[in-house]
């Protein structure tokens, strides 16, 4: 008979634990108080630490046991606390959170009231004259213009002595300096001696498209005089042999050829 007591007597706190700490999903919506979704909003279970977030329509589902303590937390709104009850699983809770208070800022008068309010009416609006002076100026600048506008130049009465009369202008001087130093800096043209002429029309046939030449039946030898025709009539090693630029030099090329090609018998294209 003893064995059987205690048996029971251990049996007995194993069912009490059981029924009080078993999980359950509690389910709700949160809304403001004017029943307004505002998803998403935090719950906390404080007890197990386990939290959720409201759906789009203000939903949720969180585990939970009885005596449990469930928060709500939204930006902008009151904390609200829950302890969970034994009748609140039986059906979805229905939460409402209470929107904070927005503080305004303090407003610091200078002007301590009298309490006559004639006399704090008068001290703290506007003057009948400035009033009336601003409606005024508004509707000035509104009104279209009656006179044409002053010619915005100072008479020559007040300009005093004009120092440039009679001098020479510094910039026309500096343009002058600009020029001769151009002209010192630059390469002086020089004709070309037999040596610097070979060159040239060697770089000529490197670096130039002959082709439109070519296109006329043209052969090598045949280049060859006219590249000297060019040079000799269009002063071509003289001009560029220093400075070389290939689209000046194959522009000078295909003027001296409209020449060359009037004296000379040259195959059609």
Same mark, same amino acid.
């Given at each position: ?15 009490? %634990? ?7 999903? +509690?389910?709700?919506? +949160?809304?403001?108080? %004017? ?20 759906? $789009? ?7 939970? %046991?009885?005596?449990? =303590?469930?928060?709500? +937390? !939204? =930006?902008? @709104? ?28 303090? +407003? ?33 600048? !509104? ?9 915005? *130049? ?8 004009? @120092? ?11 343009? $002058?300096?600009?020029?001769?130093? !151009?002209?010192? *800096?630059?390469?002086?043209? *020089? ?45 071509? $090693? ?22 060359? !090609?009037? *004296? ?6």
């Amino acid at each position: 008979m003893r064995i059987y007591f205690k048996q029971s007597l251990y049996g007995i706190p194993f069912f009490i %634990s059981a029924g009080i700490f078993a999980q359950q999903q +509690v389910t709700g919506m +949160v809304t403001d108080n %004017s029943k307004k979704n505002i998803n998403p909003v935090l719950i906390i279970n404080v007890s197990n630490q386990k939290s959720t977030l409201s759906d $789009a329509s203000g939903n949720f589902t969180l585990e939970a %046991s009885e005596n449990d =303590e469930l928060r709500f +937390v !939204k =930006e902008g @709104y009151y904390r609200f606390d829950k302890k969970m009850r034994k009748e609140d699983f039986n059906s979805p809770l229905m939460i409402s959170l209470d929107n904070t208070e927005i503080e305004i800022p303090e +407003v610091n008068i200078t002007y301590k009231p009298t309490g006559n309010l004639e006399r704090d009416n008068r001290h703290l609006n506007e003057s009948r004259k400035a009033v009336s002076l601003r409606s005024e100026l508004d509707e000035y600048m !509104k009104s279209p213009l009656n006179a044409p506008l002053p010619d915005n *130049t100072v008479s020559k009465t007040f300009t005093g002595q004009d @120092y440039k009369t009679g001098q020479v202008s510094i910039l026309g001087v500096l343009d $002058a300096a600009v020029g001769l130093f !151009k002209k010192a *800096t630059e390469l002086k043209i *020089t004709k070309a001696n037999f040596t610097e002429t070979q060159d040239f029309l060697k770089r000529v046939k490197e670096e130039i498209d002959l082709q439109f030449l070519r296109k006329y039946g043209m052969d090598e030898e045949q280049i060859d005089h006219f590249l000297i025709y060019a040079n000799d009539t269009r002063m071509m $090693a003289k001009k560029y042999r220093k400075k070389f630029k290939a689209d000046i030099v194959e522009y000078e090329l295909k003027v001296a050829f409209a020449e060359y !090609k009037k *004296t000379h018998k040259l195959g059609n294209i």
